[in-house]
C-alpha cells in the first residue's frame, strides 16, 4: 500500500513563499493577501514574476526555476499560487531533472484552476500532498468568508483530522478579482446524487479536469501508477470543471477511464459548473457524467463545493477522506494517515 507524505504545518513566525506558476497576481489583491498573512505572525516571499504582465507570468523554464528556487529555500515552509490562468503545463518539462529538489525539501503547495495541475504533478509523482484551494488574491478578502479561515485554520492546527460540511448557498459567478467585500452568496446549495443517503471513502485526488490531459501519456504522467497503490484504501475524485462544454467533459471522463485512472475507485465529487448552465437540450453536463462514470457502480454526488464557483471546500489531495452524503447535504472528514 502507498504511503503518503505529509509536509509540516505553519507556525507563527514561517515564511510563505508565492510564486506565479500560470498567470502573475492581481495587482489590486496582492499586497493585501500578503498583509493579512502578516498579520498571522508569518512572513512572506515572492519569486520576482509574481508581479509581472501577461496571459503568463513569464516563459515556462522561468516559471519552473522560480518554483524551485522556493523549495531549494530552507525558510519556505509553505508555498501557494499567485494566481490560476493559463498554461501551467509549460513549466513541467523543466522540472526534469530536479525531481530531487522536491523529494527532498518536502514543503505545502496550494493552487487551484490552472495550478491544480502542479497538485497532480506532485502528489502523483512524489506521494507528497497537496492542496487544492484558492490562490493567493482571495485571502485579500477581509473579513474572511469561512472557507478561507477553515485553510488557515488547517495550515496552523497541529491536527490530523479536519472537518468540512457543505455550504448553506453559493455564488452563482466566479468570485470577481476586484471584489474585496467577499461572496455574493445568492443560490441554495444543495448537493445531489441518485439515492438519499451515502458513505464512501478513500484516498482524495482531483482538481482541474480541463488540464489533466496536459501531462496525460507523457513521462510526468505517474496517476495509473499512483492510484494502483490504493487496492485497500480505494480513491476518492474530485472534479473541477471550468470551461469544458459537455461533449467535451465526456471526452475527458472517458479518456481518464481508459488510462485507468479510475481505479481503485470508490466515488466521484462533481464541483458546480458554469458548464451546468450552458447545456444543450440533447447532451447535457450530467449526461455527461452518467455516461462516462455510471458503469463503474460508484456513488457520484453533484455540486459539490469545489472548484470555480465559490465558495469551495480544501481539498488535501493524498489524505484519506471520509464523504457522506445525507439528503442533498455533504460532509468531508480529512485524515493526514
Not at 71 to 87: H, L, Q, S, T, W
Request: aromatic share 14%; glycine share 6%.
Amino acid at each position: 500500500m502507498g504511503k503518503i507524505i505529509y509536509p509540516n504545518k505553519l507556525k507563527v513566525g514561517d515564511t510563505v513563499g508565492i510564486t506565479a506558476v500560470s498567470m502573475p497576481a492581481n495587482d489590486e489583491k496582492i499586497d493585501l493577501a500578503i498583509n493579512n498573512l502578516k498579520e498571522l505572525g508569518l512572513k512572506v516571499v515572492e519569486t520576482s514574476n509574481v508581479r509581472s504582465t501577461g496571459i503568463v507570468s513569464s516563459d515556462g523554464k522561468r516559471r519552473a526555476e522560480e518554483f524551485l528556487e522556493l523549495y531549494k529555500n530552507p525558510d519556505v515552509k509553505y508555498i501557494i499560487a499567485a494566481r490560476g490562468g493559463e498554461f501551467l503545463m509549460e513549466m513541467l518539462p523543466y522540472l526534469k531533472g530536479h525531481e530531487d529538489i522536491i523529494r527532498n525539501n518536502v514543503k505545502w503547495f496550494q493552487g487551484f484552476s490552472d495550478p491544480s495541475l502542479l497538485n497532480l504533478y506532485i502528489t502523483t509523482n512524489f506521494n507528497i500532498a497537496t492542496i487544492n484551494m484558492e490562490n493567493i488574491s482571495d485571502y485579500a478578502m477581509k473579513p474572511r468568508f469561512k472557507s478561507l479561515q477553515d485553510s488557515l485554520d488547517f495550515m496552523f492546527k497541529d491536527e490530523n483530522e479536519f472537518v468540512q460540511e457543505s455550504f448553506e448557498k453559493y455564488q452563482k459567478q466566479e468570485f470577481e478579482e476586484g471584489n474585496l467585500k467577499g461572496y455574493n452568496l445568492t443560490e441554495k446549495n444543495i448537493y445531489e446524487c441518485d439515492t438519499n443517503n451515502v458513505k464512501f471513502e478513500g484516498r482524495l485526488i482531483g482538481g482541474c479536469i480541463d488540464v489533466f490531459n496536459m501531462i496525460s501519456g507523457t513521462d510526468l504522467d505517474k496517476i495509473e501508477e499512483f492510484v494502483s497503490q490504493f487496492d485497500d484504501d480505494g480513491v476518492i475524485w474530485y472534479l473541477d470543471n471550468c470551461e469544458l462544454a459537455p461533449c467535451e467533459f465526456y471526452r475527458r471522463l472517458w479518456y481518464m477511464k481508459q488510462k485507468n485512472y479510475f481505479k481503485n475507485v470508490r466515488g466521484f465529487l462533481i464541483g458546480r459548473s458554469f458548464m451546468q448552465y450552458n447545456n444543450n437540450e440533447f447532451f447535457t453536463f450530467k449526461d455527461a457524467v452518467e455516461r462516462a462514470l455510471r458503469e463503474l457502480n460508484v456513488p457520484i454526488v453533484y455540486n459539490v463545493d469545489t472548484g470555480h464557483i465559490p465558495p469551495q471546500m480544501y481539498m488535501i489531495n493524498g489524505s484519506y477522506a471520509i464523504f457522506e452524503y445525507n439528503n442533498g447535504k455533504g460532509k468531508l472528514t480529512q485524515k493526514l494517515i
